[in-house]
């Protein structure tokens, strides 16, 4: 079977999700609402506003997407995305959000170091990039509040690198084939693993990054950027589970996808044993990868899209959109000019890699 139509993935996709959460109660999921866009490439960099705000040359690399008012400092006192950005590199033309992330490296046998480029995902277009999911809880009725314009939020640890200690909903699936069939179930489950996968993906390596869906209802951030969101105490993909009373507020589930495309580094000649990527911030365990997300919809856009439980990449009289070529033509210049594409000595910021 091949997965083109994003109505069908969508489908399978909650098929999968509702089977790992058991049977739906009664009249609810006759559809799964859930938005699913691509944002294309904005700027691959070493800045992160929100681990270390004003900071230009972060010890390791970014790829960022979403509204172009990125920068390296992005006080939320003095500026909101939606106000600041002229485009997106998001298909809703609305969403001004920032969403970044590690970039992953392959690293050769004489040791030098080359980018992995990102796949657009299935029934998407666009220039690399993350695929963005907001997805409402399940049973259509719990209310789901939309994040506030200031809200940011971290998940993952970029210094990680060993299994304990990291976060739930971060996980690597190997595909064996470009079309990504078995399609696998829902992320985090089956085959997928939280490390980087130790053997050839002849289909390119997804990475799975979901948010926490509870707030505490009063901070925008935390000083960790993680406290004042909380995973719900049940459920293995969280759409549904109860949220803490420390956290009552039901937040949309935020989730990246990133497709990572080795099939040309397949073809190298890999070392015995080990495998031969590398995260930016020198990790070839897979245990560091992170996500970061600064907040940015246009007023209540992300609300209303929420209310009207929109699907999948369109949804006519409630948000706008543009075509996948006006997204990808939102780009940045690189504040700290550095090599991204070709053959490199050293990661950028010189990260030594542990293996
Ligand atoms: C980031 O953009 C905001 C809004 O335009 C501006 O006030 C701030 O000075 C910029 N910061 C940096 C480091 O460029
Ligand atoms: C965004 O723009 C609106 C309208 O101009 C203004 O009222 C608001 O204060 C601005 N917000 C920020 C954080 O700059
Ligand atoms: C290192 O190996 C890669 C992959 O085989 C090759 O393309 C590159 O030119 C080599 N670099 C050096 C400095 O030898
Ligand atoms: C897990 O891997 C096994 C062995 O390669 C394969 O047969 C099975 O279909 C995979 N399961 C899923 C859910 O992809």
Redo the contacts with the bound molecule.
Sequence with gaps: MKLTDTTLFLGLFATNTLAQLGTPPSGCCATAAMLRFGCSKLVIERLDPLVNPGVVGTPHNHQIVGGNSFNASMD?????P???STCTSCTFSEDFSNYWTANLYFQARNGSFKRVPQMVNLGLKGNEGITVYYIPPYDGKTKVTAFK??FRMLVGDAMLRQAEGQQKQLCHRCYSNIEQDPFGGAPCTGNDTSYLPLEKCEGGIRTTITFPTCWDGKNLDSPDHKSHVAYPTTGSFETTGPCPASHPIRLPQLMYEIMWDTREFNREEWEVGKQPFVYSMGDATGFGQHGDYIFGWKDDALQRAMDNRCTGDSCPNVLKTQSSDAAASCTLPQTLKEDIEGWIPTLPGGAPVVY
């Design positions: 939320p006192a003095v500026m909101d939606a106000n600041e314009q200031g």
